[in-house]
């Protein structure tokens, strides 16, 4: 029998009711005759041959969708798929319904995942930019793309079925679903940005009205145009989706409550999730709509995050996100015969779409004139709006069951979903330029605040673990009423499976109550720390929740929004209390070197050795805090020694400033700088009894690092600037880095071999790109706040000055 299911003809296919599962070959039977060896195959053909064409296709900038439908296209009748090749073998008629079965489960999850990453409040409350932008390009595009239909069909002779198909297909261009801009946001990293933002939250409006008209198009076609069948289906719907939100919604917030935070999500909770979006999916059937329908709306009342949220869609991302959810889009393309395509038919549906795609994205820039966005950036957002995807092949099948496309106009539907994205996914990544996101356009480091201003600190906290040190580096810092800090936290969680990120802002309490979750618990150290310094300290907290590929941007953003003077990253490895490495965070690693390229403000690493000593809190005056700055000249150890400088202001704060000089180089052009700015640290300092200042003459790079081992072991904290120009003082140390975000020094001072139990604060004086910088100085910038610093003071000091002129190396 000719395979005709896969090209959409309507016939009966007979087959055996016990040929489900074969006992081998070696009984002469065929597997391929019998259902679940036959879907094996099939499955396991479709998971190759898409992740083969992904990494074909990745060095050309294309998306996995691309790769997934092109896998299906090439078993298809257009390819292998004609009967005299492998049609009737791999992907015979009998064998559809089962595929398509397995499909549909890996679309109902995806479809639930893609609700839980939905913010409700933006779909309901949205923004002004994406209220705008989300009706605008909507409407216009949708009145364009149906005139231009009508246009078409009056005046190009093209077949009955595709004047008939036409305005349906041009209406469906003005659909930008939220799954389509979510899938690609996560895979170009671009989730976290702000174009990545303004486009998702702009597809979370178009989303809430696509669903409307999708509820009301389903009834239609699924009650065969009977108007009494249609109101009947459409009210039933909202009924069904009322119940979800108004009774189930309050259910599953009730049951979050009860999941323990911190702990790995328990089996029945994601029974529940499980068994609640497969009941839904029967429901939506049962009420007349597309299946598609209640996995969504289940979906939008479970909170994203954790402890729910992040973990069950976790869960989900191997199984469904790289199994059945490609198989959903290769089946498509199984049902695609581009032998059915006429060049007449072609060019016509090319132009109405790139049209479409064209006034869509015009709508967008100049409705962004209006919005103070870029004119690259709004090209990048109407680019963006214009993905295709999974929502648009669920449309389109839709249609094809429904009668309203034959096989003709569905194979050019799913040709133009390949070739928008296609032509899409590569101008976005050429276009958009992510290290332009962050350029400040002013001085945000200590060295160049302003005298007796406000010093802005966020800090990142991954561990608990760490929080002693960095309340004593905060209390160090030295917060006064003529000079206070102001310190942002970020607790960095990771985010598992391709949800989305989220920063959460954390509400400003002084009242400290006991809690169980990690979070509240750094949150009321860091609270403890602003209740004793009441009149000078203000803290903000923030969660992180989010890939750690990703979440540099997260952090350089909140940096530049709160003007934040300096930024303190967490080091990768975890001491252990006997001095080993207990642990390593490939991911915080990269984390902080893509911050280190892109931060606006300085930036420091902390390596924490608190645990080998255990840190005593400096909090009323509890104890003597030793710090020690090594110094050997760059900005990069300006700004260590001008946070030295600050910190030795302080009470129980003891600073030692070492500088490090080479033997018979004594040019005063180029020490100028430096020279006077340690003379004026050490005048700031004069008489002060806690302040030491020794300079050690070293011949070379070996001489440097004797040197530096021989510290003696009585500091709580040692600063370092990251970088220092190339000389011979540094010559011969680099080939031993191993951890190039640390620097030479850093890396000497953080080694397991220094022997030191010192805690280490390696920082980065804030890069201006001068290039960049010129690219935003039109645009207007609102600074709420001024982060300045003055590290002199009118104490007067008394100075201790040593020096080594015969090193013993």
């Known amino acids: 029998m000719p395979n005709e299911v896969s090209v959409g003809n309507k016939f009966i296919v007979c087959q055996y009711k016990d040929n489900i599962a074969t006992f081998g070959a070696w009984i002469n039977r065929n597997p391929l005759n019998y259902s679940v060896p036959l879907v094996l195959l099939q499955l396991s053909a479709i998971s190759i041959v898409s992740l083969f064409l992904e990494v074909c296709l990745q060095p050309l900038g294309q998306s996995s969708i691309v790769a997934q439908i092109l896998g299906g296209i090439l078993f298809g009748p257009s390819v292998l798929g004609r009967e005299d090749i492998m049609g009737t073998t791999l992907f015979p008629a009998r064998s559809i319904m089962t595929l398509e079965t397995a499909a549909t489960f890996g679309i109902v999850f995806f479809l639930f995942a893609i609700g839980v990453r939905t913010d409700t409040r933006m779909m309901v409350r949205p923004g002004r930019k994406a209220l705008i932008l989300g009706l605008s390009t909507m409407f216009f595009t949708f009145l364009f793309s149906i005139s231009l ?6 005046y190009v002779r093209m077949d009955d079925s595709l004047a008939f198909a036409l305005p349906f297909l041009g209406a469906s261009q003005s659909i930008t679903a939220f799954s389509n801009v979510s899938c690609l946001l996560v895979e170009l990293k671009m989730a976290s940005s702000d174009v990545g933002r303004i486009a998702g939250s702009t597809a979370m409006l178009c989303e809430f009205i696509s669903t409307a008209l999708l509820i009301v198009v389903a009834g239609v076609l699924q009650s065969g145009f009977d108007p009494m069948k249609s109101a009947c289906s459409i009210s039933s719907a909202m009924l069904f989706v009322a119940v979800i939100i108004y009774i189930v919604g309050p259910v599953v917030n009730r049951i979050v409550r009860k999941i323990p935070t911190g702990k790995p999500l328990q089996e029945q909770f994601v029974f529940f999730c499980f068994s609640c979006t497969l009941l839904a999916a029967f429901v939506s059937e049962i009420v007349g709509q597309h299946f598609m329908l209640g996995p969504l709306a289940f979906g939008l009342v479970v909170p994203d995050g954790p402890p729910l949220g992040a973990p069950v869609i976790s869960k989900l991302d191997w199984p469904i ?27 016509i549906v090319s132009t109405l779409i790139l049209l479409c795609c064209l006034i869509k994205i015009g709508v967008v820039v100049l409705a962004s004139r209006f919005l103070n966005i870029y004119f690259q950036d709004s090209v990048v957002i109407g680019l963006i709006m214009n993905g295709k995807g999974i929502c648009e092949l669920i449309m389109f099948n839709m249609w094809r069951n429904g009668g309203v496309l034959t096989d003709e106009e569905f194979a050019l539907s799913v040709i133009s979903v390949i070739g928008v994205t296609a032509i899409v996914t590569p101008l976005i990544r050429l276009l958009h330029d992510p290290s332009r996101r962050h350029v400040q356009l002013k001085r945000r480091t200590i060295q160049h605040s302003k005298h007796d201003a406000e010093l802005r600190i966020l800090v990142c906290i991954k561990e608990q673990d760490n929080l002693p040190c960095i309340i004593n580096i905060l209390e160090a810092s030295d917060a006064r009423e003529e000079s206070p800090i102001a310190v942002i936290a970020v607790l960095l969680e990771e985010l598992g499976g391709r949800a989305t990120n989220m920063l959460l802002a954390h509400q400003s309490t002084r009242i400290l109550q006991p809690t169980d979750s990690k979070s509240d618990h750094i949150i009321s150290a860091l609270n403890q720390y602003e209740l004793c310094n009441e009149s000078c300290v203000t803290v903000q907290a923030f969660s992180a929740i989010s890939h750690f590929q990703t979440v540099h941007d997260d952090i350089c953003r909140l940096a530049l929004d709160q003007n934040a003077t300096i930024l303190i990253l967490p080091f990768h490895k975890h001491w252990e209390i006997d001095g080993s490495i207990g642990s390593v965070n490939r991911s915080v690693q990269n984390m902080n070197i893509k911050v280190l390229d892109s931060a606006p403000c300085s930036v420091g690493i902390l390596v924490d050795r608190g645990i080998l000593t255990g840190s005593l809190s400096i909090l009323n005056n509890q104890a003597i805090y030793r710090v020690a700055v090594i110094y050997i000249g760059g900005p990069d150890d300006a700004e260590s020694l001008c946070y030295g400088a600050r910190m030795g202001r302080h009470t129980n704060v003891t600073l030692t400033i070492i500088r490090f000089l080479l033997y018979g180089y004594d040019s005063a ?18 008489g ?5 200042y020794q300079e050690q003459v070293v011949k070379d790079g070996v001489g440097l690092a004797a040197c530096l081992r021989s510290i003696d072991n009585c500091f709580d904290l040692l600063l370092v600037g990251r970088n220092h120009q190339a000389s011979q003082i540094m010559m011969g140390l ?5 951890c190039p975000e640390l620097g030479v020094i ?8 220094f022997g030191s139990t010192a805690s280490v604060l390696v920082v980065q004086q804030q890069r201006l790109h001068i290039d960049k910088l010129k690219n935003r100085m039109m645009r207007p910038v609102v600074i709420s706040h001024e982060s300045v610093h003055d590290y002199t003071s009118g104490r007067s000091v008394a100075v201790s000055v040593t020096s080594e002129r015969d090193p013993k190396w």
């Open 149 to 154: 239909a009508t246009v078409l069909k009056s």
């Open 746 to 753: 850093g890396d000497i001072l953080s080694s397991p071999d």
């Open 688 to 692: 002060n009894q806690n302040f030491i």
């Open 734 to 738: 680099g080939a031993w880095s191993e």
């Open 669 to 686: 052009r180029d020490r100028k700088q430096d020279n006077s700015l340690i003379d004026e640290v050490r005048q700031a300092n004069m």
């Open 321 to 347: 996100g790289k199994f059945l959810y490609p198989t959903f889009l290769t089946t498509s393309g199984l049902k695609t015969n581009i032998y059915k395509i006429h060049l007449r038919s072609l060019w």
